[in-house]
């Protein structure tokens, strides 16, 4: 019972036991990928393995996946309005309002170049908006609207995003982070063009991402990293070998246990709220009335603050977040909630709880008690000094 629960699963999964065991044994290997000699080969070998399982989660062939140091670097290299010889260049980038915060700088479009999409009170790209603005625009268009809210949760409908893009002739970029292991993300399905994940989000390490493009017929955008040939000419650099194995071991053990873990995950999301809502009856779940997550929970309470809830559940021995990793030190309330209209007060009382495939009935009991305690310590103490 002394040990510690860590509930912040979308900041990052803890590594996959697969994962470990390919880093590992990819250690023992001293070729590169590129030389041609047995070495080198067998480096080649475990890079385009790992590019099949990556590509299975999305269900695409694996020439359309481009392998990256992370899900930032990916949304970055998607982001890019130059023309590459095959397609012309992007007049606008449009981004929904509650975009992670590597969509929402734009990528390599000038800030002038860049718009924000209004969503709904539920955390949803508001399609109308959509509709009327890429109605009043010309040229070629760039859309990016994340899969799945990284704070709140909320799922976007994001094969109706596409069709309005793409009878308005445009292009959809989706960040698909969040997605694997949880919802979905077959590129087909959802009708995008590019989309993004993340090793280290699904039990992979960190430092490796990837860019995937649904048709090989559509070509890779130009590249951040100049220099060699490698990633189809997509990524220059050699591979990060270690990081990618440990990726391709992550994914292949993801796409085996999806049905099973998203059920179970919804059964945790369940015990979880019911718990929460019936010590706290005044407890607001963000993203509630609409399609989450089935591993997350954004909730907060009026009178009491994020931060001072956080420190709180860390002395019970309890992980949980305020927010996205990237932004949660910082003071400002979530500019996810912000988009939603929640009231100012309201948001900077979020606390986000995330968690996996390995969390347990017992575990989400406990997380339970220890809110009980924390609940009761803060707002008696809220209580008190208001009187």
């Known amino acids: 019972?002394?040990?510690?629960?860590?509930?912040?699963?979308?900041?990052?999964?803890?590594?996959?036991?697969?994962?470990?065991?390919?880093?590992?044994?990819?250690?023992?290997?001293?070729?590169?990928?590129?030389?041609?000699?047995?070495?080198?080969?067998?480096?080649?070998?475990?890079?385009?393995?790992?590019?099949?399982?990556v590509a299975g989660l999305a269900a695409v062939e694996p020439r359309n996946v481009i392998f990256t140091s992370g899900g930032t670097e990916a949304n970055m290299l998607a982001l890019t309005p130059a023309s590459d010889g095959h397609r012309a260049a992007y007049a606008r980038l449009l981004v929904s309002a509650v975009e992670h915060i590597s969509v929402l700088a734009g990528g390599r479009f000038a800030a002038s170049a860049l718009e924000r999409l209004p969503v709904t009170g539920s955390g949803q790209v508001d399609l109308s908006a959509l509709h009327r603005r890429l109605a009043k625009l010309s040229g070629p268009v760039l859309v990016s609207v994340m899969l799945a809210n990284n704070e709140t949760g909320v799922v976007q409908p994001v094969a109706q995003v596409a069709d309005l893009v793409h009878r308005a002739g445009g292009v959809l970029h989706?960040?698909?982070?969040?997605?694997?292991?949880?919802?979905?993300?077959?590129?087909?399905?959802?009708?995008?063009?590019?989309?993004?994940?993340?090793?280290?989000?699904?039990?992979?390490?960190?430092?490796?991402?990837?860019?995937?493009?649904?048709?090989?017929?559509?070509?890779?955008?130009?590249?951040?990293?100049?220099?060699?040939?490698?990633?189809?000419?997509?990524?220059?650099?050699?591979?990060?070998?270690?990081?990618?194995?440990?990726?391709?071991?992550?994914?292949?053990?993801?796409?085996?246990?999806?049905?099973?873990?998203?059920?179970?995950?919804?059964?945790?999301?369940?015990?979880?709220?019911?718990?929460?809502?019936?010590?706290t009856p005044e407890l607001v779940v963000f993203g509630a009335e609409t399609e989450r997550l089935p591993n997350t929970t954004l909730f907060a309470v009026p009178a009491m603050k994020a931060e001072t809830a956080v420190i709180a559940f860390d002395l019970e021995g309890v992980a949980v977040s305020s927010g996205a990793a990237c932004s949660s030190g910082k003071v400002q309330p979530s500019h996810v909630l912000a988009a939603m209209g929640v009231p100012r007060k309201l948001a900077r009382a979020a606390v986000r709880i995330s968690f996996g495939r390995s969390t347990t009935e017992s575990e989400i009991d406990r997380l339970i008690r220890a809110w009980i305690k924390v609940s009761g310590t803060l707002l008696n103490e809220r209580v008190a000094v208001a009187a």
């Open 174 to 279: 989706v960040d698909a982070v969040q997605a694997p292991g949880r919802i979905s993300c077959d590129i087909n399905a959802l009708r995008a063009d590019l989309l993004t994940l993340s090793g280290h989000k699904i039990g992979g390490p960190t430092g490796v991402g990837a860019l995937i493009r649904r048709d090989a017929a559509f070509p890779f955008p130009i590249p951040l990293m100049a220099g060699g040939g490698q990633e189809r000419r997509a990524r220059a650099g050699t591979e990060n070998v270690l990081g990618i194995a440990g990726f391709g071991a992550a994914a292949a053990a993801t796409s085996r246990g999806f049905q099973a873990e998203r059920a179970h995950l919804l059964l945790l999301r369940e015990r979880l709220e019911a718990g929460l809502r019936a010590q």
């Open 1 to 53: 019972m002394n040990e510690r629960l860590y509930f912040d699963w979308n900041a990052t999964a803890p590594l996959r036991r697969e994962a470990s065991a390919a880093v590992v044994a990819a250690l023992e290997l001293v070729g590169n990928p590129s030389s041609i000699h047995a070495e080198g080969r067998a480096a080649r070998r475990i890079v385009e393995e790992a590019r099949e399982n």
